[in-house]
T-cell receptor, first 108, second 113 residues
Framework: SQELEQSPQSLIVQEGKNLTINCTSS?????LYWYKQKYGEGLIFLMM?????EEKSHEKITAKLDEKKQQSSLHITASQPSHAGIYLC????????FGPGTRLSVLP | DAGVIQSPRHEVTEMGQEVTLRCKPI?????LFWYRQTMMRGLELLIY????????DSGMPEDRFSAKMPNASFSTLKIQPSEPRDSAVYFC???????????FGQGTRLTVV
């Protein structure tokens, strides 16, 4: 079965700093989905990547999928307290599964 | 559309009692997922329905757990009897189909005492 790993497990940054979260798959990804979760709430869809080398941006968040489609990164530029939360990558293999998540804290 | 609707939002029950969680997917979506989230194990897929049919229930912990989807607009996850280790947040999600993004409900926080 497909497994997703994320790094780092947690991240604390100062407001204004850039940061990167990584997601690695044991198998080729047919599609990679990034979600954000705030404590006690559901997951909010951020972006979907399907093609090798694809890159998408939304506001200050950029996600990339490598050419081999086994690794994705999520980059946040000039982080703000509103970016704090848990970021999860997900993918369809046999089912829609998720990585363990990266907990991001942004200090004002 | 109101999104995926789950009820109740919070449930506290005593060990041994039956618990039923409910989910209304987004209209027109034909895939539905039930997940369980805990600090220790993260987000685990319990069961996946496509066109109301259970496709994969290999994530269901044991026979105490059962899920149904009697029609395209309603699904239930039942735990009988409940145990303290079942305490978690249970999420329902729906999507248009394979390889499309899933939309999540707000979750049901279950506490079994």
């Amino acid at each position: 079965s497909q497994e997703l790993e994320q790094s780092p497990q947690s991240l604390i940054v100062q407001e204004g700093k850039n940061l990167t979260i990584n997601c690695t798959s044991s198998k080729t990804l047919y599609g990679l989905y990034w979600y954000k979760q705030k404590y006690g709430e559901g997951l909010i869809f951020l972006m979907m990547l399907q093609k090798g080398g694809e890159e998408k941006s939304h506001e200050k968040i950029t996600a990339k999928l490598d050419e081999k489609k086994q690794q994705s990164s999520l980059h946040i530029t000039a982080s703000q307290p509103s970016h704090a939360g848990i970021y999860l990558c997900g993918s369809y293999g046999q089912n829609f599964v998720f990585g363990p998540g990266t907990r991001l804290s942004v200090l004002p | 559309d109101a999104g995926v609707i789950q009820s109740p939002r919070h449930e506290v029950t005593e060990m041994g009692q039956e618990v039923t969680l409910r989910c209304k997917p987004i209209s027109g979506h034909n895939s539905l997922f039930w997940y369980r989230q805990t600090m220790m194990r993260g987000l685990e897929l319990l069961i996946y329905f496509n066109n109301n049919v259970p496709i994969d229930d290999s994530g269901m912990p044991e026979d105490r757990f059962s899920a149904k989807m009697p029609n395209a607009s309603f699904s239930t996850l039942k735990i009988q009897p409940s145990e303290p280790r079942d305490s978690a947040v249970y999420f329902c999600a729906s999507s248009l189909g394979e390889h499309t993004e899933a939309f999540f409900g707000q979750g049901t926080r279950l506490t079994v005492v």
